[in-house]
């Protein structure tokens, strides 16, 4: 199969679903003739004019009010928010509008959106610039949030978000836009609210998310030489979050550390930790379940404070091994 950068699959799924639904349509800031800040977007302009690839005024609360607007009227609007961080200033659509619509008019609207939301850390962009927020919207009743990690989930969850009836939160972390890897030619979906197991081993269960997935790996196979194998579980969709994997998968190593780049306090982690006790999964564990996960703190712009802001594969390794040595 070909491969492709995740940066393309996400292109080459906007491009498959914009000229097969013409109720697609993109908007956000420099995402025309710009190309988005991180060319995603590409040619789409020229090829779909700008009245489907619409370049907007700086106001991520317009792009977000906009699409639910849209969405109402029977449009599939994707968003683009240049960086995360900035989705803050979409709150209130997306809180009070987007998520509630379809409850307060017993499901007879429906918002069929997508907000695209590049972030995290690793490029030197600093506190406003590289947040991970994603934890903020699985609070959120009626807001769907995916955040995958290959080329291969990024086309086909983001064909599945465009489909889909409700809003979808569409996190991608900066840093897995050149990342490549297989990707079918033809449209294909991955069902969200489906978990994947990526890795198996008996030793240790990794829950991990975004670019922690792949660092987790890499820890793999470091862990791995020393006899310690690790299973590896990419939720891919965290809200509905699939928990039926994650379960089966701790009934076997009695292990469990969760693993994501956005602060810990309040995090993705907790909830999985909070799931994972209330299932049965909780009389198997022979260890406390970790969590593995960003510092309290508004991302560096030094490059060495920035690196130790977050888990790292070295990271990852240290704690998986004092789980399974069971040195806390």
């Given at each position: 199969?070909?491969?492709?950068?995740?940066?393309?699959?996400?292109?080459?799924?906007?491009?498959?679903?914009?000229?097969?639904?013409?109720?697609?349509?993109?908007?956000?800031?420099?995402?025309?003739?710009?190309?988005?800040?991180?060319?995603?977007?590409?040619?789409?302009?020229?090829?779909?004019?700008?009245?489907?690839?619409?370049?907007?005024?700086?106001?991520?609360?317009?792009?977000?009010?906009?699409?639910?607007?849209?969405?109402?009227?029977?449009?599939?609007?994707?968003?683009?928010?240049?960086?995360?961080?900035?989705?803050?200033?979409?709150?209130?659509?997306?809180?009070?509008?987007?998520?509630?619509?379809r409850f307060m008019f017993g499901?007879?609207?429906?918002?069929?959106?997508?907000?695209?939301?590049?972030?995290?850390?690793?490029?030197?962009?600093?506190?406003?610039?590289?947040?991970?927020?994603?934890?903020?919207?699985?609070?959120?009743?009626?807001?769907?949030?995916?955040?995958?990690?290959?080329?291969?989930?990024?086309?086909?969850?983001?064909?599945?978000?465009?489909?889909?009836?409700?809003?979808?939160?569409?996190?991608?972390?900066?840093?897995?836009?050149?990342?490549?890897?297989?990707?079918?030619?033809?449209?294909?979906?991955?069902?969200?609210?489906?978990?994947?197991?990526?890795?198996?081993?008996?030793?240790?269960?990794?829950?991990?998310?975004?670019?922690?997935?792949?660092?987790?790996?890499?820890?793999?196979?470091?862990?791995?030489?020393?006899?310690?194998?690790?299973?590896?579980?990419?939720?891919?969709?965290?809200?509905?979050?699939?928990?039926?994997?994650?379960?089966?998968?701790?009934?076997?190593?009695?292990?469990?550390?969760?693993?994501?780049?956005?602060?810990?306090?309040?995090?993705?982690?907790?909830?999985?930790?909070?799931?994972?006790?209330?299932?049965?999964?909780?009389?198997?564990?022979?260890?406390?379940?970790?969590?593995?996960?960003?510092?309290?703190?508004?991302?560096?712009?030094?490059?060495?404070?920035?690196y130790h802001a977050v888990p790292?594969?070295?990271?990852?390794?240290?704690?998986?091994?004092?789980?399974?040595?069971?040195?806390?």
């Amino acid at each position: 199969m070909r491969e492709l950068t995740y940066k393309d699959a996400l292109h080459e799924a906007l491009d498959q679903i914009m000229a097969e639904d013409d109720r697609v349509f993109l908007l956000g800031e420099d995402i025309g003739v710009y190309g988005g800040a991180f060319g995603v977007t590409g040619d789409l302009q020229e090829k779909y004019g700008k009245d489907r690839v619409v370049d907007t005024p700086i106001s991520e609360a317009a792009i977000t009010g906009a699409c639910v607007g849209a969405a109402l009227t029977g449009m599939h609007p994707v968003g683009e928010i240049m960086f995360s961080d900035f989705v803050t200033l979409s709150m209130e659509q997306l809180v009070l509008q987007a998520s509630r619509i379809r409850f307060m008019f017993g499901g007879k609207a429906t918002v069929p959106m997508v907000l695209r939301l590049p972030g995290g850390s690793g490029t030197g962009a600093s506190g406003q610039h590289s947040g991970s927020y994603e934890s903020w919207f699985i609070h959120v009743p009626g807001l769907k949030v995916v955040m995958p990690s290959t080329p291969y989930d990024a086309k086909g969850l983001l064909l599945a978000a465009i489909e889909d009836p409700n809003p979808v939160m569409f996190f991608e972390h900066k840093l897995l836009y050149r990342t490549k890897g297989p990707v079918p030619e033809e449209m294909y979906t991955i069902p969200i609210g489906k978990s994947q197991v990526v890795r198996e081993g008996k030793d240790l269960t990794i829950i991990a998310t975004s670019v922690m997935v792949m660092r987790s790996l890499e820890a793999a196979q470091k862990l791995a030489e020393e006899g310690i194998e690790v299973e590896i579980i990419d939720p891919r969709t965290l809200n509905p979050l699939d928990m039926e994997p994650i379960i089966a998968s701790i009934i076997k190593t009695g292990k469990a550390l969760v693993v994501h780049e956005a602060v810990k306090t309040g995090g993705f982690g907790a909830e999985v930790a909070g799931r994972i006790v209330e299932s049965e999964a909780f009389a198997y564990l022979d260890a406390p379940i970790r969590r593995l996960a960003g510092l309290d703190m508004p991302i560096p712009y030094n490059r060495n404070l920035e690196y130790h802001a977050v888990p790292q594969v070295e990271n990852i390794v240290e704690e998986s091994r004092k789980i399974v040595q069971g040195v806390y």
